[in-house]
């Protein structure tokens, strides 16, 4: 194992291949297994209402997911353009593909013109270090063209095509994800007045997602497995996580885009508020300490988030925790059961001099 | 080639026969740019011309020194075939003698053909160009270095030169504020160039990435609403690009 590829043997259990809601189960309903320093323990998602304390805060990402994923045709024939990122102007990064369940690259070089939903675009510039992305610009509206063919971007593992709706947080305010920031799934309008009624705020930030790494043996050793993606952090949500703090509260992120957007808008500083695009890669080497707690799915090996939740609380807790859910049946991926990472003390027996894998815990420097 | 063509934005990019200019005049004509590109080695201008003629671009080549009055005297011809200039990128830049001399041995000479070069090529360019950047609302991006403020050894002409040119860049744009003149200046960061392996001769600089590493940066930068970014300084390759606050 060298340094920078944290690729533990950690369990995986069974993947969801359908909404909660197929499997007769409201999205509220999900298990949702709480990871502390010393102990994991199976509940239901609804409890979350009496795991929160009053004071604490919950950050949620309030992007939108988008009917990214359009049928798309060229020379070479038919296959789909899973749309990312849009740059602003003409300018969109996409991932052609084969189908739904089969990935690219496809053999598409630079000044190819390329239909895409209906509207004519041109291949730019292949991404640097990913060679499944490209560069495309669009002579036509794209979001035009996702509200009339787009659908859900999905992969091979879903049962079935669903509708948008169940591709959407009851947060999403701002379209502009291509993959549902699936953390927030769970939530509901319920629970989500339940937290309030108990004194727990809810803060928002902004991360656009675009396509997931679920197919991580794409990016090439050496490079850097995040693309840039737009993100904002308020003044309100800066000045809320700053007056829970110095009451003593726990901020915790619902998502890993909510990670990502807090850690982008620190610096030595500390925490401000920031407009722009990050391509922050969180892992064991760039230790997380905005946070306090996690909500989030599980993972599978070798994702960028799996790198980001050990940046957190470290690889040993990650590995007792995905242990335990693998053995009680959780259920993995973005229609999968849920999971509340709560920081702590760091424990002395974690430690082990010369392991590239442990760290200190956010709390722990925090009080330094 | 020669046709003005439909296209109506027009970017000028100097030393774009290769490494970071010629990646960016590239990725710029596929946008649809009209993309007037200099260098002072003629041959590998007319090379780089003809791949982005190839790819279906419209490229114009001026070929020449950009710190020599006659090319800038071209260059502004050449702008005035259309008379507006949307993007200005000063790229072409001059290292210095290779391998890097500390500064108790940098000639004078070589000093001064770094200054002439880096700073006031992009300085009286930019000046000539100024009405048809007026029409174009143009953007001036000033291509910088993390030299200017690393303090890196034998990297002391070369860095002194891209602070000047920094510190050219802040004031203009405060010069220029409350007109249609954006002004930034960008650190590309490390690259794997002809001009990156000439500061480290016979070494292997194979784990440096390619220029390409930066488009993403472009494409943001380029995207985003120009008056809000003019005066800021960039760093290409870093982890976020800042959209300042007001």
Sequence with gaps: MTEHTPVPAIPTGKGADRPPEERGIARDKVRLLVSSPTEDRAYTFTDLADLLHPGDLVIVNESGTLPASLPARSELGQFRVNLSTPYGGDLWVGEPRWGFGRPGPLPLDAGTSIEVGGVPCTLIAGFPGIPRLVFLRADGDLHGAMNRVGTPIRYGYAAGEYPLEDYQTVFARVPGSAEMPSAARPFSRSLVERLRQNGVAIAPIVLHAGVSSLEMGDFPPGGIPVFPEPFEVPTETVSAILRTRSAGGRVIAVGTTVVRALESATDACGLRPVRGFTRLYLRPERPVRSIDGLITGFHEAQSTHLALLSAFVGMERLRRAYGAAAQDGFLWHEFGDSHLILAGPADPAAVRPGGDLYFESPARVRNA | ?246
């Design chain 2, 1 to 246: 080639m020669t046709d003005d063509g439909p296209h109506d934005r027009v970017a000028l990019v100097t030393g774009a026969s290769r490494g970071l200019g010629a990646v960016l005049a590239q990725f710029l004509a596929r946008q649809g740019y009209s993309v007037i590109v200099n260098a002072r080695n003629r041959e590998a201008l007319s090379t780089a011309t003809a791949e982005i003629a190839e790819s279906g671009g419209f490229v114009f080549p001026v070929p020449g020194d950009v710190s020599d009055p006659e090319t800038q005297d071209a260059l502004a011809k050449a702008v005035s075939r259309w008379g507006h200039l949307e993007l200005l990128i000063n790229n072409a830049s001059e290292l210095g003698p290779s391998p890097l001399p500390e500064l108790s041995a940098l000639a004078p000479a070589d000093l001064e053909r770094i200054l002439r070069v880096n700073v006031l090529a992009p300085l009286t360019l930019t000046q000539r160009l100024l009405p048809a950047l007026r029409k174009g609302r143009g953007r001036i991006v000033n291509i910088s270095s993390d030299a200017a403020v690393g303090g890196y050894p034998g990297w002391g002409g070369y860095g002194a030169s891209k602070a000047a040119l920094d510190l050219l860049s802040l004031t203009m744009a405060h010069e220029l504020t409350g007109s249609p003149i954006s002004v930034v200046s960008v650190d590309p960061g490390d690259m794997r160039t002809e001009m990156h392996q000439a500061a480290y001769p016979g070494q292997d600089i194979s784990d440096r990435p390619l220029p390409e590493i930066t488009l993403p940066f472009w494409a943001w930068l380029l995207n985003q609403d120009p008056a809000q970014l003019s005066g800021h300084r960039f760093r290409a390759q870093s982890d976020r690009w800042e959209v300042p606050e007001p």
